[in-house]
């Protein structure tokens, strides 16, 4: 960490309050999601990837692109009937990333501020990257049902349990 | 509050800074964010249980549940024609969530930065809250136009108002 | 900035830690961030506009739009074969925003607590804002491509780029 003359990580702490990479429960926060946005990221890489698998844009714009893969001789003609199947998955998924990582950094943000165990944070931020990870597994490859649902439903209660604690500690 | 051995508030607030659970416009922010989350994470259960209720699924490995519903003797058959209407009604609310909850988060986190006056800041928080209620039920009821429109507006209007200051105390 | 006794601003910032107003990065990204936000929110009243212009509404209640246009004499009869292109054009652009200006707001609080140099941050922020700019203009007009997808990859860069010491800085 690249922290300037008031090197004392003690007096960091308390002087810094909650929000400081010196408190390892914010330090964990801030790579679980970085980790989190980095995979909701790579959906939008990997739409574009099944859009030019499968030659299926949405707007006349990109009809350039079409022409692109069809001089290089990678036109799929025989995959009209599924393109979009295949993108409409990927943008499925994308979406119902924002929907569950986008509150979980928010939820997790407000969570530090009551000063949880480390321990039980660090389990939540665990629990939620991996059943984010499994539930894109899941919707990919695809498994069957209900591998997805469930995965789902272990992030979503991941955010949920985060947000109990922040609650409690306020009077609205 | 779990607040440790450095109990005395004023000075945590003076050394803190803005984001602690000790200054109450964050502690309001951290309150209200958790509800509008939470709100809005409803809403995926909202579609789930809107999508059982019609029998209406995206991919075909959620055919199990179909499966499912039809052996407990819960297929809806004579409600094909309107499925689509309540499971599209339900992720167009969830997507304006996401189009307005999320900016809120984060323009407040900012707007906390520019030490606002408690006051003028809750209520801004409260407006926003009840106006998302108040277009959920305007939506899903659905209530005739335009109370949704105005809902909408109240909450738009009260995430501008607080980019203001923020746009006025930072030079770029 | 308003800020109240303790003016001393070096004291403040050493106080603070990074998540102050007196920490010019941070402010930096508070500035940057509210108009990027300001500019996705501005993707909503842009839908409206060419909901109206196209005559082209969601939901049954939104029917008494049509009858108020049709009473002022307003209603587009020969735009009806083109309606749903400009609507999910305007609605494509905004899902873009939330995909990509959400992230780097996220990814930038967390880059801030790794203490950046300022001109480094200022750049990054710099280039996400005019990359989004000339993307929503690039979406609408529309300009040939490939200036959409490359300013969106010029953002999107932006953004990875500010996880890396994220990710560097922290232990799992």
Same mark, same amino acid.
């Given at each position: 960490?690249?922290?300037?003359?008031?090197?004392?990580?003690?007096?960091?702490?308390?002087?810094?309050?909650?929000?400081?990479?010196?408190?390892?429960?914010?330090?964990?926060?801030?790579?679980?999601?970085?980790?989190?946005?980095?995979?909701?990221?790579?959906?939008?890489?990997?739409?574009?990837?099944?859009?030019?698998? $499968?030659?299926?844009?949405?707007? +006349?714009?990109?009809?350039?692109?079409?022409?692109?893969?069809?001089? &290089? =001789?990678? /036109?799929?003609?025989?995959?009209?009937?599924?393109?979009?199947?295949?993108?409409?998955?990927?943008?499925?998924?994308?979406?119902?990333?924002?929907?569950?990582?986008?509150?979980?950094?928010?939820?997790?943000?407000?969570?530090?501020?009551?000063?949880?165990?480390?321990?039980?944070?660090?389990?939540?931020?665990?629990?939620?990257?991996?059943?984010?990870?499994?539930? $894109?597994?899941?919707?990919?490859? +695809?498994?069957?049902?209900?591998?997805?649902?469930?995965?789902?439903? &272990? =992030?979503? /209660?991941?955010?949920?349990?985060?947000?109990?604690?922040?609650?409690?500690?306020?009077?609205?």
């Amino acid at each position: 960490m690249q922290y300037g003359s008031s090197g004392n990580t003690l007096n960091n702490f308390i002087s810094n309050g909650s929000y400081s990479f010196c408190n390892p429960a914010f330090a964990s926060l801030a790579g679980y999601s970085s980790l989190a946005l980095l995979k909701m990221l790579g959906m939008s890489a990997y739409t574009v990837i099944q859009r030019f698998r $499968t030659g299926s844009f949405i707007t +006349p714009e990109d009809d350039i692109y079409k022409k692109m893969m069809n001089q &290089l =001789g990678l /036109s799929h003609g025989n995959m009209v009937g599924t393109k979009s199947d295949l993108v409409e998955r990927a943008r499925e998924n994308h979406l119902n990333d924002l929907e569950n990582i986008i509150p979980f950094v928010l939820a997790g943000l407000f969570y530090i501020g009551t000063r949880p165990k480390f321990d039980c944070a660090l389990w939540h931020f665990r629990i939620f990257l991996l059943s984010r990870l499994l539930h $894109t597994i899941a919707y990919q490859v +695809p498994l069957p049902q209900p591998t997805r649902t469930i995965s789902w439903l &272990l =992030g979503y /209660s991941s955010i949920i349990s985060m947000t109990i604690p922040v609650l409690r500690s306020i009077q609205l």
